[in-house]
């Protein structure tokens, strides 16, 4: 509560940095349609009904050792910000699924689920491999997340007619925006099963004091809120 009435303190005295920058080009209309996207994740949660800052619910894989460090914690306290695909910072996801790369195959996997205060997104379409890409960039000028939708690849998608499953990837760069609310520790049932349904290639957020490590697999259970 205290995080929420804060930022919309902030939002109200400093218009001109939290008002969100929507001169960027919008090629095949990508872009709106990730905004189409966010505004549905929002409307997922009757609270956001009536309030200018929302609040969604987000998932993030780990081990139970780690979460319970980080739901004592914090996220800054153990966790260095991620150079990931889409930019610098915590990454989470509204799929359980998606997220299983970063806890299905650890020895003592968990998913916590936070609350996490958004603010305004910069959608997100640059493909990581790209000469645009902001990979490992700070989040963009008057947006306080990035937002991106993925294939199950984990790449963004770039087509506008795209019928494959597409899953999000949101990306904050201050712990002061999430909140940890929940452990989850699923059922080792059928996680070999589920680890061999998807393949791509993850980086691991860093572990202050500890090595990046890279996974090969893409794995699933569900948790989902989308």
């Given at each position: 509560a205290v995080t929420v009435q804060n930022y919309d303190i902030r939002c109200q005295n400093d218009k001109e940095n939290f008002f969100p920058d929507l001169s960027y080009n919008d090629e095949k209309g990508l872009k709106s349609r990730n905004l189409n996207q966010f505004r549905k994740l929002i409307s997922l949660f009757e609270w956001n009904e009536h309030r200018d800052?929302?609040?969604v619910m987000q998932?993030?894989?780990t081990?139970?050792?780690i979460a319970?460090?980080?739901c004592s914690s914090g996220f800054a306290a153990l966790c260095a910000l991620d150079d990931g695909y889409y930019g610098k910072?915590?990454?989470?996801?509204?799929?359980?699924k998606y997220a299983a790369p970063y806890w299905a195959n650890r020895d003592d996997p968990a998913i916590i689920i936070a609350?996490?205060?958004?603010?305004?997104?910069?959608?997100?379409?640059?493909?990581?491999?790209e000469p645009n890409s902001?990979?490992?960039?700070?989040?963009?000028?008057?947006?306080?997340?990035?937002?991106?939708?993925?294939?199950?690849?984990?790449m963004p998608v770039k087509d506008p007619n795209e019928s494959r499953?597409?899953?999000d990837e949101l990306v904050v760069a201050q712990e002061a925006q999430i909140v940890p609310a929940f452990i989850i520790i699923p059922k080792s049932t059928g996680l070999l099963d589920l680890m061999d349904e998807t393949q791509r290639e993850v980086v691991r957020p860093r572990i202050k004091g500890d090595s990046v490590v890279k996974l090969a697999s893409d794995d699933e259970s569900y948790v989902s809120f989308t």
């Open positions: 800052v929302p609040i998932v993030h894989g081990s139970f050792g319970k460090k980080i910072g915590i990454y989470f996801t509204s799929s359980a609350y996490v205060v958004p603010g305004n997104p910069y959608p997100v379409t640059e493909h990581p491999k902001i990979l490992g960039q700070a989040l963009k000028p008057k947006s306080q997340c990035h937002y991106v939708r993925v294939l199950s690849t984990g499953s597409v899953y």
